[in-house]
Every structure is written in structure tokens, then in C-alpha cells.
């Protein structure tokens, strides 16, 4: 009687790793329509955002950054000390432009 369960335990080792295969082969061939799912979303909610996306090659983009401030630099005895006058302004102004639209496929 106790031939049988130790022959058993091999057996159900066996079938642990069977069922693990199993399941591994079963994610590996779903991925594809997943990564489709997302993708497709993705793209949905690009296409809800606006009209005019991002094109790699023909967007121009424009920044511009200004900076003020006042310092004064004191040299002394072979040392510079500065000291701010005045807290430093930044002024950033950025514009962009798709350019050459009428080779870019919209999707509709």
C-alpha cells in the first residue's frame, strides 16, 4: 500500500510542472492581441485629444527664455563675494507648428 503514494508524489511533481508549462504557453500566445488592446486604446485616446498630433518630422517647435537679475560681484583681497540685488525673473514663451500637413496621413 505505501508503494503507491511514494510513487505518487513523483507523479503530482509532474503534474505541477505540466500545468506550469500549460499556463506559460497560454500567456506567451495571448500577448499579441493584448499588446493590440493597448495599442488600440492608446491610439483611441490620442485620436480623442485633438486633431493636430505631434508629427516627428514636420513639427516646429519655438522656445524662448529670458532671464533678468541683478547681482554685484565685490573683490577684495584676492576673494569675490556676490550678492543679489534683486530675485531673478524667468520668462519662458514656447510655440509650436506642424508644418508640411499635407503630407501627413490623419487617419481619417
Known sequence: MFKHLKKRKGQSSVEYAILIIIVIGA???????????????????TDD????????????????TSTKGATRDIFEK??????????????????????????EFWGK
Open 27 to 45: 500567456l506567451l500566445s495571448i500577448q499579441f492581441y493584448i499588446k493590440r488592446g493597448i495599442q488600440g486604446r492608446l491610439k483611441t485616446a
Open 78 to 103: 584676492g576673494a569675490t563675494t556676490s550678492q543679489m540685488l534683486q530675485n531673478e525673473s524667468v520668462t519662458e514663451n514656447m510655440s509650436s507648428c506642424i508644418m508640411n500637413t499635407q503630407f
Open 49 to 64: 485629444i485633438s486633431d493636430y498630433q505631434y508629427s516627428p518630422g514636420n513639427t516646429n517647435t519655438v522656445k524662448t
